[in-house]
């Protein structure tokens, strides 16, 4: 078991877990709060689609710019393009939970429920990837516990944000 927790560990560090976590807790707060006002489970996805790419438009940018900032001397273009690539982790990390809710809305279930079962996915993702971050940095046990209760903290937030809004 602790080798697959290495692992799986190894890949979620060499993916971005920032971006990878940015893109959970953006796409959890958004789907959250529109699926409380929405009329329809497609208006969900395509607006939390939407702020999920406008956020992944925002990391591009800056990434651009801090290279430019930082000397490097290619075009602008180029720049923004070799930002794009190393930016996707934050789509990665927003697309889980509005793939949960369209399954989750295909099986039938209602869209405030789909809603929940995407957000409360979002939390266990959360914990995974803060668990898995601890296991990685050789925090075992009851430390390793308690850091991915606290990257799952920012979870329950959003899951607390839109029991609020109903």
């Known amino acids: 078991m602790t080798g697959t927790r290495s692992a799986a560990a190894s890949r979620v560090a060499a993916a971005d877990p920032a971006g990878l976590l940015y893109g959970a807790i953006v796409s959890a707060s958004v789907l959250a709060s529109v699926s409380a006002h929405a009329e329809d489970f497609d208006v969900v996805v395509l607006t939390t689609s939407g702020a999920v790419l406008i956020y992944w438009l925002a990391h591009v940018y800056i990434a ?3 290279l430019h900032i930082g000397g490097d001397e290619r075009h602008v273009l180029r720049l923004i393009l070799v930002a794009a690539g190393h ?3 934050v789509l990665k990390g927003g697309t889980p939970a509005i793939a949960v809710y ?3 809305v295909l099986l039938g279930l209602g869209k405030a429920t789909a809603a929940l079962v995407a957000v409360w996915f979002s939390v266990a993702l959360l914990i995974a990837v803060g668990y898995l971050a601890a296991h990685r940095s050789g925090r075992v046990g009851g430390a390793a516990l308690v850091d991915a209760g ?9 899951v607390l944000g839109k ?3 109903h």
């Open 64 to 66: 651009a710019q801090s």
């Open 150 to 158: 606290v990257a799952g903290l920012f979870g329950l937030v959003v």
């Open 102 to 104: 369209l399954v989750a």
């Open 87 to 89: 930016e996707t982790s």
């Open 163 to 165: 029991t609020l809004l």
